[in-house]
């Protein structure tokens, strides 16, 4: 057989069909507002985090909707609760209860 | 007896409906709050998609009125119903008719509102509203100093699409609006940069998606974030934030003038004559109509006719395309 080299699943790429999707079920279940974001980036412009560090809520979001769960886990750890996220949301994400929930998760994942 | 319809607004919504009205023989009485005919279209200086100009939209519509008795300056305080009819009270005079249609309209969100962006607070930040005065008195935008933008940037949803400020509904028209401004912007001073910060662009009428990839050629580059926060800085110049979403990066800039593509607003005035009229209003707070698909004109109160952005925001076509509908309604509901 010959080695074109490239697979089906090359690393980095979203394969639905295996990811593990718990936590973004466990998050809406607790905080259906998880659903409603439009990814238009205002929590992570306005991020006080995000000055600093290369933390993005939005991104962290996504990471839970495609099943990147540790990599949720760990950007979770940088948010600072400070809310601002909370107050510019245009679809009234509650953001910071999502972020207790991620931590909640860390706490419980073995 | 010919019989009377009362049409409330003389923007595009009232004056299709009463050109159509006169010509099915009906005796037309159409009431107009500001001194002027056209509603927020005579304030525009050209149109999407084919950038015509809007006083040839007004005018077509004002010069084929012929027997509509037009009251201008007049502004209906109340509608009330009597023995099927409905007498009008404007300016302290008492009008009957057998038919009402509210053709009100909309109103430009109030874009202080939306604190964060700055309108009212630094001069450079202005609506997009202001800038087709520019347009009409000038050809081209200056900075509030006088002189030539080099950077601008158009900044998408402005009270639409945001629960924050009590606007959950998307504008619709707002997107093309900015595309062709930007690219009028790009036409009228060459070298000038512009930005568009949307959400996701709704190209939905024809002609539309063909601005957009004009925009795109002409240079027009287009970052997919909502702006956060807008800060004067040295020489009236404005700083602005927001996160390059398909980079996943925080992204600010400064620019000379920044345009707040204000949405479309819910007429207050118009919440007093529903409330008079027993109509309802929708979630938004436009009016409700009978049926959204099948009924889209008659309310529930017998005789009262909805046209126009008075039902929620709307484009000029299809407004036009409303209007005729209403008068047909009107019509059969008055010769039954």
Redesign the interface.
Known sequence: MIDFGFTPFAAGVTDLDKANLSLAKQITEHEPSFNLC??????????TA??FTKF?F??MCHQIRKGNTTLAIEEASKCMLCGKCT??????VNTRNIIRLVRKAQTTTP | MTKTVAIIGGGVAGLETAKQLNSLGYSVKLFEKSNTLGGHVAKWDRLFPNKRHASEVVSSLTLSQGNTQTLVGTTVSSIKRQHGNFIISANSNNHEADAVVLATGFELFPAEKKEEYGYGLFENVITSADLEQMFIKHGKPAMASGHKPVRIAFIHCVGSRDEKVNRPYCSKVCCVTAVKQAIEVKEAIPNCEVFCFYMDLRMFGPGYEDLYKEAQSKGVTFIRGRLSESSEIEGGRVQIKAEDTLASTPLKMSVDIVVLMVGMSPQLDTSKLAADLGLSLNADGFIAATDLHTNPTETTTKGVFVTGACTGPNNITDTVNAAKATALDVHNYLSR
């Not at chain 1, 439009?38 to 991020?47: D, F, K, L, N």
């Not at chain 1, 107050?87 to 009234?92: E, F």
């Open positions: 439009i990814s238009c980036g205002s929590c992570s412009a306005t991020c995000g000055q993005s939005r991104v107050l510019i949301c245009p679809r009234n």
